[in-house]
């Protein structure tokens, strides 16, 4: 028998173990909220109950998916754009003293202002188009993605650095062989978090201006106290932040091998 027929069941079993608990925590969720809601403890045009809101998601499933697949569109591309941006602004941040002096600054500042207050500027800038939903998840996503690849690329063993320069490696392939690879660990932990704030802020562009996407649905579900609506919007939004957060964290176990096992045996060595 092969070493890799013994490695599937021990990768089954170990995926079982580290997820049942969320799963466990998700259904007693559910089945609290079917408590509530079957001893009419709360007004179903309150908070409906879990039949109701899957009945929407099920009678209205094109409808609905046509505004899911949008929204999911724009976060996914507001993503990439403040990935590819933010890792930029981080390079020339920390090869660049004075850049980081003079950027810094400007960027916390940018990123303390409430982007619900500013995304009806974006709007009158840009249209009711796909533009300023993608603004907005850019302007949310970029802060993270900044910060964590500072801090990636300034965690590079300075020793390492030395025996580059010693060894007359240019900047370029000091880069690509030292400090990139020292700050992925970082930059992905930066990219959880910004994958989900960038479902918000295409919610947030939708719920100033839009005619489709889940924020408009949400907004419409809201208006006509259509609270089933309402929850399947809800669950839905919440559902594209889980799926991309689950690929982020997957595209991390593909590029980061050493660094997912060990974490891996590390929180279930202390279980």
Same mark, same amino acid.
């Given at each position: 028998?092969?070493?890799?027929?013994?490695?599937?069941?021990?990768?089954?079993?170990?995926?079982?173990?580290?997820?049942?608990?969320?799963?466990?925590?998700?259904?007693?969720?559910?089945?609290?909220?079917?408590?509530?809601?079957?001893?009419?403890?709360?007004?179903?045009?309150?908070?409906?109950?879990?039949?109701?809101?899957?009945?929407?998601?099920?009678?209205?499933?094109?409808?609905?998916?046509?505004?899911?697949w949008?929204?999911?569109?724009?976060?996914?591309?507001?993503f990439?754009?403040a990935?590819?941006?933010?890792?930029?602004?981080?390079?020339?941040m920390?090869?660049?003293?004075?850049?980081?002096?003079?950027?810094?600054?400007?960027?916390?500042?940018?990123?303390?202002?409430?982007?619900?207050?500013?995304?009806?500027?974006?709007?009158?800038?840009?249209?009711?188009?796909?533009?300023?939903?993608?603004?907005?998840?850019?302007?949310?996503?970029?802060?993270?993605?900044?910060i964590?690849?500072?801090?990636?690329?300034?965690?590079?063993?300075?020793?390492?650095?030395?025996?580059?320069?010693?060894?007359?490696?240019?900047? +370029?392939k @000091?880069? %690509?062989?030292?400090?990139?690879?020292?700050? #992925? &660990?970082?930059?992905? !932990?930066?990219?959880?978090? /910004? *994958?989900?704030?960038?479902?918000?802020?295409?919610?947030?562009?939708?719920?100033?201006?839009?005619?489709?996407?889940?924020?408009?649905?949400?907004?419409?579900?809201n208006?006509?106290?259509?609270?089933?609506?309402?929850?399947?919007?809800?669950?839905?939004?919440?559902?594209?932040?889980?799926? +991309?957060? @689950?690929? %982020?964290?997957?595209?991390?176990?593909?590029? #980061? &091998?050493?660094?997912? !096992?060990?974490?891996?045996? /590390? *929180?279930?060595?202390?279980?």
């Amino acid at each position: 028998m092969s070493l890799d027929s013994g490695r599937g069941p021990e990768r089954v079993l170990r995926a079982v173990e580290r997820s049942w608990r969320p799963v466990a925590l998700l259904a007693a969720c559910f089945a609290a909220w079917w408590a509530i809601t079957a001893t009419n403890l709360v007004q179903a045009y309150l908070v409906p109950s879990p039949g109701m809101t899957l009945g929407v998601l099920a009678d209205k499933w094109p409808y609905m998916w046509q505004h899911t697949w949008v929204t999911t569109y724009e976060t996914i591309l507001g993503f990439v754009i403040a990935v590819i941006v933010g890792v930029l602004a981080a390079v020339i941040m920390v090869y660049s003293a004075s850049v980081e002096k003079t950027l810094y600054p400007i960027l916390l500042f940018a990123q303390v202002i409430p982007k619900i207050a500013i995304a009806p500027l974006f709007v009158v800038w840009l249209g009711f188009g796909l533009a300023p939903k993608v603004v907005v998840a850019v302007l949310i996503a970029f802060f993270p993605v900044v910060i964590s690849m500072v801090t990636g690329l300034k965690s590079v063993d300075p020793e390492m650095l030395e025996l580059a320069a010693t060894m007359n490696a240019s900047p +370029l392939k @000091t880069f %690509v062989k030292i400090r990139f690879p020292t700050a #992925l &660990p970082h930059l992905f !932990s930066g990219l959880k978090v /910004a *994958v989900t704030l960038a479902v918000t802020g295409a919610v947030v562009g939708e719920f100033v201006g839009a005619n489709e996407g889940l924020g408009y649905v949400i907004l419409q579900a809201n208006g006509n106290l259509d609270t089933p609506m309402l929850f399947a919007g809800l669950l839905l939004m919440s559902l594209i932040g889980v799926v +991309l957060f @689950t690929l %982020v964290e997957v595209g991390e176990r593909l590029m #980061l &091998p050493w660094h997912a !096992s060990r974490r891996g045996e /590390a *929180v279930t060595t202390t279980l």
